[in-house]
């Protein structure tokens, strides 16, 4: 791997492990809740996040340009949670854009088993050609649309598997049982989404537990840590379990304060 790809893929993953913090979510949700205004949104969680995961928009409007955290840059879009078609995405961002913006990674999601699926395939891998190029990682995340319940070991091992045949340098997916066969058939490091507010504090940091013991290199969140009532203290326990590998009930006394 060359330098360049090898540094920046190491500033986000850190010895083996990462917590990135999705904001992302404005590019087809809009303002949801407690992300009205993101940049208040992040500016405390910031310190303790490894990666932070904007749009360009969000980037250059909201945060700090001093700010020390690596960027993993959201390059697709073209969609919106109230059209037709939510698999519909193609490349928002060039590639000078992103290296105009400093990213250290570019993000695009594949919808394995969409009516867009050649789409976002063919698009996903046109980036990482573009981005190679410069030695920036691709991070492919493997939406599921509106479809939750698509969240399993056999969707999520061939969508995961088809990011990394394609390049992708790693990959965000969900937790799901037998996490450890989607690990088994990828090929590169793969972070977790959190998707919709989990019911309890203790039901996010039993997910993170098990997706690390399974096998994940760390999270990729966003709702269940800037919708929670205590951002800042469920951003802490979930860095101990994912970088000091600490059990569930240890985290939550932590989260507890
Ligand atoms: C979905 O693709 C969004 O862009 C988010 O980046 C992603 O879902 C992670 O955030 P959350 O943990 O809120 O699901």
Redesign the pocket.
Known sequence: MDWGMKNRLGRIIKGGRTVML?I??G??LGPISKLEDPGKAVSQLIPFADAL?PTRGVLRNCIDASADVPIVL?VSGGNSIVGKDLSREGITTSIEEAIRLNVSAVAF?IYVGAESEHQTLMAFSELVNQAERYGIPALA?T?VGKELEKRDARFLGLSCRIAAELGARFI?TYYCDNFEKVVEGTSVPLVI????RMETDLDVLQVVSNAIKNGAAGV?????VWQNERPVAMIKAIRAIVHENMDVADAHKLFLG
């Open positions: 999705a992302d979510h590019y087809f995961m959201r999601s995340v939406a965000k989404a959190g998707g919709p990729d969140m966003g709702r269940n």
